[in-house]
Structures are given as C-alpha cells and as structure tokens.
C-alpha cells in the first residue's frame, strides 16, 4: 500500500474527449498514456516517479478495461528492458523512473533497446531530480541520450505541454525506430493545472496479441553484424527521420516578435522561469507575450541545426538557458553557428552558472546582464543600472540561529532502534566501517547517530564494504541495505557477491516491509497481501538460497538490546562468511495510516482498545539528553521548566508519540535513566477491567495516604 | 505545440498582478493540506492557480516548501493561462507563510521577505531541530533575532503560537495557518470562501474550523495578545502536610525571610526542594549550609544565590529513593490520568522501566556494607551480575506500586545509606572549596559551585558528568590568580555542556593550558 492513495483522481482517468481533466503533472502524464493508445507500461518508484507508480498502481482497473499490462518492475533496468516488447510488435510501452539514478541502472538496456531500434513506440519517463530538495548526485540525463541516441523530449512545465509530448513522444518514436526519453523535472511531476482530455485508446496490438502471433526479426538483435549495422542506421536513418518529425511538427516552439536583435534559446523545462525573469524586468506579461524571442527546446536531442540558424538569423547575440554541466546543448549550437559562419554571439554559462538549480533570482541576474550587454534599450534605467541591495543589518548573525533542518527517521520508525544499537556496539567495541546504502535508513549519516562513511548506489551498501575483508583486522565492516535495494539488485550484487568472495563483514537488512523512502510501495518480501503482486516471500529464505549461513531475523527491531547484542554476535563470531542480521518491523508511517483509521472505527464502536504513549517524569530527568542522542525522535524534545532551580531543559515527549517503545528500550539498553514510563490507554475497559482497577486505585490511593500523613509536600501540578 | 506568438502587447504595470505565496513547512506537518486549501479557494473564486512542492524524503521531518501561484481570470480571455513559475524567488514573493519559528528565519535568510510587498505570517511556536535537541547543556537557539528580523523586514509580520492554538481546538497548524492568513487581508478573499474551502475537504472539518476562526480573531484582534501573557503567571507552590510539619517549616521560611532579596526566591525554591527530598530536618540542614556560604558574601550576593541553588540540587541528588518516592505519589497518579486519559472510564495501565545496576543496589545498603563492597571489585562485579537487568514495573498493579513504595519508605533511613555518605562527602569538599577560592577570589568561588551544573543523569551518564566536573575544577590551578579566571571557568563548564563526550572540554582545556 503506497503512502499516497490516488484513488479518488484516478478516476479522471476516465473522462473522455472535451472533459477538462485538473491535477498534478503525473496524472496528466497517465491520462496521456492513455490517450496515446499504450499497450503496456512499468517502472520503478522514486522521487518524482513515486507518485506516477502510484497512480498506475491504483488505476490498475481502469488499465485493465483498456488492456494495458501494468507492471511494478523489479528495477529501473527491468523496467527499460520490459520495453523489448516494442522492438518486434507495433506496441506502445512506456516506463517511468527517476534519474540519474535509475537511468544509471537501467543504461545496460536502454544501451541494447537504442541499438536494436524499435517498432512501436517505447517512451522513458525519467523524473529528473535536480536542485533543490534532490537526494542524489546531481547530474544531467541528457548525456544517456546523446551516448545511446535516445531522443530526449523537455516540455515546458504546463499540463497541455506535457500530454501533448507524451503523445509526440509515441510518434516520433515509431517514426525513428528509436525510443525517447521524456524528461519531467521534480517540481513539473507535482505542478497543478489542467487540460482538455480526449477519448481513451485501446492499444491497436495488445501484448495478448504479440503472445499468441510472435515475431522475430534478426535485424533488431544486437549481434555483430547487426549491431554494426545499427549503429550506421541511427546516424544515417533514425536521425534524420526523428530530426524531420520535429520539424514537420513543429515541436520546438518560437515566441516573441520575431524580429529582436537578440534572442533567448531555453528547454522546455526552463520556459517558466525565463517568462518569469522577463516579466520582471518588464520584458512580457503575465501570460508571457512580449517581444523578446524565444526558441524553446521541447526536444532538447536531437538538436534541429537550419531551425537554429533560422532564429539566429539577424540577431547579433542569443542566450542559451541550459540548466546543469556539461553544457552539452551550447557545445551543439556553437559549432553549428561556427560551421555556418554566423556572426551571432552565443552567451550561456558566461552569463549564468555552469552548475546549479537556475532560480529566479539567477535566472533574473542572467538575463539582466544579458539584455543589459546586447540589448540596453529594452531594459529600463533602473535595470540597466541596478543598485545593489545592501544586505539588510537584521541578516546578519540571522544564521547562527536557523539551524538546519534536514529529513530524518518519522516518529516512531523501526529503524530509529537498529542505529541507537548499532551506536551502543560502537560504544563498547569501538568505530566501525560502516557502508550506508540508499533508503530512509541512509538517514543514518545524519545527527545524532552520524553512522555510516559511504553510499554507494540503491542496493550496493554491502558491495561497497567488500573491500574490506581482511582476516588479519581486528575489526568487521559494517554494512546497510534496506529492504527495497536487497530487490532492486542488492541479493545478488551485495549478498551473493559477500558469498561468493568469502567477505567476513556484517550486513544488516532493514526490512521494513515496504520500499519506505520511496512512498511505501509493497516488494517482494511485503507482508501486507497485494490483490496484483506476489508478496511474503521472506528476505531469510533468499539470503539463505542464495548461500549465507549465519543469518539473524530479528522481528521486532523495537528490541535494542536484542539488535545489540546479536549485532555483537555478528562481530565476534568466529564462523567465517558474511553475517546477515535482517531486521525487521513495519515502517511506522504505513503502519499509522493502516492502522489509525481502524483504531479509530474500533473506538467508536466501543471496542476495548490498548493506546501505548510514553512518558518523561519531569522532576527525575535531570536535563543531559542522552536519550535524544540515542534516538532523534520527533516527539522526543525538549521541555522548559520555568524551575529556578534547573538550568537545562528537560526531556519530553509529546502528544505525537505513537508508543513504538524505542524510547523505554534505549533507557534501559544504554541503562539511561528511570524517568521513562509507558502508559497504555485502556479505551473502552471492561467491567473486568474496571473492578481490576478499583482495587488498585484504592490500594495505591490507601499507601499514598499513610505516606502522606506523615511528610510534607507541595501540591505538583 | 505550434503556436507561434505574434501578439507584441506592451508589457507594463497590470490590474490584477500574479500573486505569490511560498509555504515554508515542516515535513509531515500539514504544509500539503494548507497549500491545496490555498489553491482551492483562489480557484473556487475566479483565479487560475498553480501549486507546485518538492515532494519525497525532503519531507521526512525536514524543511520544505510549497509553492503557490495566482491570478485573477480575465473576463476577455478566460481559457488563457498565464505563465507561472515553479519555484519562489529571491524578493518576488507576496505572502510567506512559515508553519514554525525558525522557519520563518529560513525565509528571511532565503530573501524571500521583501520590506516593501511581502506579508509574513509565521507560528512562533518551536519545533526543535535535533542539533539543538542533542546538546548535554540548552541548545535552544534564542528566537529573539528572528522575531526582530521579521517585524524589521516583512511589509507586514503576523506571529502568534498558532500550534497551540490548533491543539487548543484539537485541529493542526495548517487550519490556524489558513486562519491568520485570512486574518492578514493578504489575498482578495472574503471570510466566507475561506469557510466554504475548509467544509468543503471533508476531514475534521468542525476542529478545523475553530482553529481557523480563533486564528482569524487573533489575527484580526492583536488586543488579544496582551490578555493571553497577562493569564500566565505562575502560581507558587503549596505545601501540604501535618499541621506540626508545617509548624515546623514555617521557622525554617523565616529564616528565607532574613536572607537577601536577591537569595530569597532560589533559598525558598532550594528549601522545597530539599524537604520534598527528605524532611525538614534536612532543610534545616540545606538552610544552615546556605548560610554558612552567605557569611561573607557581598551585595548582590551572587555566591548566596548560586550557593541557594546549588546546594538545593547537589542535597536532592538521584537515587532510587527519590526515584521510587517520586512514581508512587498520589499527584503522580492525577498527572498521568491528565496528560494521558480522555475519560472517567478509561483505564492507565503504567510500565516504568527500571535498569539497575550493583551501584545502585550498593548505594542503597548501609554505610558500612556499601563501604564493603565498595572496596571489592570482585564482590561488586559478583552482585552486578546478579542485579544488572532491564526491569519493566507495572506501577498501576499492587505488586509493582507496593514494591516502589517500599523503595520510597527507606527515605527515613536514607542518612545513613552509603550513597548518602558519599554524596555529603562531595558536596562539602565541594562547597569548602568554593568557599576556599571564594576567599581569594569572589568571582572565582561563584564559578565553582555553579560548576554542580555539570553533574546529572543517571549510570554512565552520571559518571561522565562527574569527571567533566572534577576537569573543570582541575583547571583551577591552570586559571587562579588571572583577573579572568572566573571567565576561564565559566568558559570551560559551557564547553562541557557542548557534547557528549567532552571534547570541546578538552578544546577548551589545552587553550588554558597553553596560557
């Protein structure tokens, strides 16, 4: 069960032609595939692509009725290979992942798909993940194209834009034999807006069809001679006819007069911020109709040389906004303006960053110093000559008390207890080298636990400690891989990889019962049952198959002096080969949502329910917060007092909590202090439950009296 | 995709400007709801709309935005679609809502507040970050500078707890959010469509809607605020007892009453304190060590007031009576049924987790016994194995109250336990040096009993605050007889508080050193 239920918009997904469909981009993007006659779709979640497998996920019906083959794909590689379906039958695929990073992993096929070429139209989604907010390696996509001759689509970041190059992207594709990318930036996939749908198509050829009539064409295997052969075909037939399908229809768009001295050339995906630069600096309106002309790029490779020229023609200097390095797209138009002997300028990076998020401000800062070298009469005075704002007096010393404030474990996350363990270890046997993987628990690095030295990629966290294998150290690595990455391809790149070489080192398995960090997307070894997805098989059987002897599942990871000392185990053993802790408890978030509603019907029913919290006794925590050290939970803070006689504040847990325990089990792991309490909340108590606490209530209230007789004390609020 | 633009419209100043609204959130708080309810109600009254977020593991508690932009439709072409941006920029935004304090200092600090346009509407609640949490002293950045930034650099600056105000209606902060900012008058919206917005979502819409009106009168009343800090002043404490007691701690306040007025307040603090440890008897001894350090003290006796605080706490130290005592009151019993019980007729079942080791088990024996095994690793080793265990105890059952209750009876013996000794022994080596340094050095001697700050916790964490203790006051030496050598002292007890491990201590310690 995914963490965001689109249930309800899915359903959007029906209207037919004339409808005006409203939402985000990713469901815009769905809708498109629908209307583009798709035969099947995949893919692999993550930030901005999470949402769009989501909304496949839960529109599984309406796919059915349409007969679309949906599949959640084991990887980001499995996903682009899938998309082999298009190479012998005219069907429509397409695969949504986010990049890089997926399309890193998926390079290998997407490489073969390119080569082969395609019959029906096979369109890659990558959801780039690029400035602000990203949590990967900031790098462009657009090299995987131009390596494997990829066609790359960038529209501009409004919903008409968007479905319109999906159903292009189709299109070219099969009038190129190529497949194309469409890139889709993080905040685009999350736009709201709308558009006017058309008819859904049911796929012409269906993979039923392709099943029961297969075909096979020698020419598209990449095998040497073939793929010799290929390679003559992309430059010499797939790129002229892609270049020509461009153009035909007109995919790069123009604004503005059409008659400036200079000119702005941008990718669809910085349009936005362009028209926002020009408004600014009086330059276009609100609906960005002003002079200044644009060549937007909404395919960004191939690049059209005569409709560049065409532009450049007459102007004495054009701005190229090309987001990220290299600048691969201003190296292209250079040389092209070169061969012809133009006279134009061509400006860019000189202008604005080579790396880095183009924000408003840079955006506004460029074009401004653009307009003002090239063009001064368009701009008015005072942008000509802009005062520099001094930094306000107020700023300054402002930083030194905005702390950051960067993600970390939910309240209540299971994988909060296996860090605070993995911290006590490191307490009493010393530092570790510990590899970190990718997935929530990469939240590891972070305070207070600063655990972890490396990441190495989705699944990799053991492979990238299996250098560290020496019989002769004192000391094991450690390392982490998350339940989603052990799927993805950490069984074989990290387990059988630690088997196969014999690797000493320890690895724990974070198994959370979903791929969490992602958006809470069911795997093989979720527990939940999945009405279209094989679930339950246990990552213990796997690592076990796949050769490990020593294998500890712990089932509740809550359990910190359990995780501790088993971890202890792994790191003392004298048994030789990789030690694989799998530690497992549902990742809390999913469990609330699960969970909530039904508690909450429960209660209302009237329903005997037990309602875990925990508790601090202010007056015996003495203020030294070694408990948060050891758990960063978000409801575990920090409270003021107002007792003169106390300098520190005090530890505290709020009304959030959701009773997971960790808290009680670290004080007593790491022997803290006594001032942790759980109180389980009886709602609904039966009359059994009652008398029981009569009795108690009038023993406790009998002893506190006798005590009270004989002391003072002052009323406590 | 092919449309070519061939209108040349001269740009310039517009009627209806787009309007601009960054969110700044939390992760997980509410950020999400309040940014759809903003979209909602520009487009349910004539606006186009667009609202954009970074979602994915930046939202895993960590700061974020969202992003909202509006126009008013226009008649002439309504189907056109302005262009927005995606992102806010630099001194281009109109309304900055922060869902929290230091939120609204990273909207400063990001200039997105520009002095001549931007409405900041901010909660001046805290919700801490972890670097703050994590520190052994108070980590808290002092809110001050960001209110002054604020009120200095927005047009206009809304603040209020408007978390507490949600709680206090049972709703979250993104309903008082929407309520202050329909209180600001920022956007041209009429109360009633921001009403008509919360109904129409459907999920807590009545909680929801008191918050949203509580926030909207407090926004739109700012005579209210004077009356909420006016309501909150703290009540003094009461004491309850035998009438002989009191009798009996009534002449130990009047000699409170002779202390300085500077001492006072801490002496009366320090004086419940000490008694609500043990008895009377104990604060009649508190008040005659306090005055015993007011002897010689000088106007405006801050070696009094740091001793009256002091002493109270190094007197009350945390031992398994206290602990026992403290979980078997009665007023525990009423706080627990406050903070946690909705109902009469619910049940509290109460877990304590316990881990104690031999140390405190000798703590708890005789002098001499303690002594004992004090002095036999062997033996003390031997008796941790015996001891040393996570014990969970269910103080709502008679087994587990009465066990504790017992714990809390041995107050009556506690002066002769072997713990009690060993704390009276420290404290009086403790005040007799401080009175010592005193002697040659006023300021001197007041930094070494405020120094007693650095010993808390329990077990290991105890142990750590000790020896950080005893390093502070080793330094001693290194500093008498500078002029700063009360500074020094003071300087190296706040780089004890700084880490866990005391490593900004030993920073701090070698540059003394090296003077």
Redesign the interface.
Known sequence: MAERSFKKEVQMLRYGAGDVFAGEGILAITKALLQSGVGYVGGYQG??I??LMDVLADSQEILGELGVHYEASASEATATAMLAASVNYPIRGAVAFKSTVGTNVASDALANLASGGVTGGALLIVGE?YG??S?IMQERSHAFCMKSQVWMLD?R??LP?IV??VE?GFQLSEASNTPVMLQV????C????AFTAKDNIRPPMTVKDALDAPKRDLDRIVLPPASYLHEQDKINKRMPAAIQYVKE???N??????TGKVGIVCQGGM???V??AL??L??????????VDIYCL?VTYPLIEDEFLAFCKGKDAVLMVEEGQPDYIAQAFGAMLHRAGARTRLLGKDLLPMAGEY???V??DGLRRFFRDHAPDLLSAQDIAPNA?PV?T??A??????????????TGCPERPIMAATKLVEQELGQHHISSDIG?HL?QI???FNLGATTMGYGLGPASASAFNDSAANRRSISFIGDGGFWHNGLTSSIGNAVFNQNDGVIIIVDNYYSA?TGGQDVLSSRAFNRTKSTNHPIEKAVRGMGVNWVRQIDRTYDV?RVRDTLKEALTTAETGPKVIIASSECMLNKQRREKPQRAKAMADGKRM?VP?F?I?D??C?????C??LS?C?S???KYT????R???IAHID?TCVGCGNC??V???????????????????TGF??W??R???A???R???H??????????? | ?????????V??A?AD??LKIAVLA???QGGGVLSGWI?ALAERNGYH?????????????????Y?IEL?RIDPARPE?????????????VDIVVASEL??V??A??R?LVA?DRTVLIGSSHR????????????G????E??H??AA??AQTFICFDMMALA?DHGSVVSSSLFGALAGSGALPFPLEAYRAVIEASGRGVKQSLAAFEAAYLRTTTPELEAAETAATA?AA??????AA??RD?AALRRRVQDMPETVR??AL??L??V??FQ??AYGSDYLDRLEQALTGDKSPFAFGAAAA?YI??AMAY?DII??AD????????A??RR????NE???????????P?AEEVIGLMPRALGQWFDARPKAQKRLDRLVNR?R?LR????GG??LL?ML??LRRWRRGLFRHAQEATHLDRWLALALDVRARDHALGVEVLKCR?LI??????HAR?QSKFDRVLGALDLVTGRDDAADWIRRLREAA?QD?EGEALDGAIKTVKSL
């Open positions: 930030a901005p999470s949402h993940d602000e907010g949590s529209p970041p409004d834009s319109e190059a292009h930036r993080i905040r685009c999350h736009v709201t807006g229809h007109r995919l768009e123009r604004f503005g007069a059409g349009y936005n911020g028209v926002r408004q600014r009086g330059l276009a309106d609100d609906y960005g109709e002003g002079d909404n924000t408003g401000q955006m506004l704002a306000p107020e700023l010393g402002l930083a030194d008390v905005v702390p950051g404030r960067p993600p970390g474990f939910c929530c939240f972070m305070p207070p960090a002096a037990v919290k508790g006794d007056e015996i003495t203020g030294d917060h070694a948060i050290r960063g978000p575990l803070t920090l107002g007792d003169p006689l300098d520190d504040p009304e009680g089990e004080a007593d792991a790491a022997v803290l202090c006594p001032s942790f309490y759980q109180a389980d909340r009886v709602v609904n108590p439950d009652r029981k606490d009795l108690r209530s023993w406790r209230s002893l506190q009296s005590r009270d007789a004989s002391r003072l004390q002052y009323a406590r609020g | 995709m092919n449309q070519l633009s061939d209108i040349s419209k740009p310039g517009q400007p787009i939390v992760g997980g979209t709309a667009q609202a954009t977020s970074v979602p994915g593991v930046a939202q895993r508690t960590g700061a974020t935005i992003y126009k056109r679609r302005p262009v927005f941006a995606l992102m806010p920029a630099q001194g281009d230091v939120e200092g990273r400063l600090l200039d002095p919700d801490l970050t972890i670097s703050e949490k994590q520190v052994p002293g108070d808290r950045k002092p809110p500078a960001i002054a930034a200095a650099l709680k703290p404490p009461e004491l309850t007892g035998p007691l009191l701690f307040p801490l603090a320090g419940h304190k008694v609500d008895d009377v605080k109270a706490n945390d206290r602990v403290l979980k078997t009151r009665s007023s525990r019993d706080r627990l903070d946690f019980a909705t007729a619910e049940v509290l079942a109460v877990t304590e987790y316990f881990h080791r996570g969970r103080t709502d059952r008679i109250f009465t209750w809390g009876g700050r808390k916790g329990y077990s290991d964490t605050g508080l866990e």
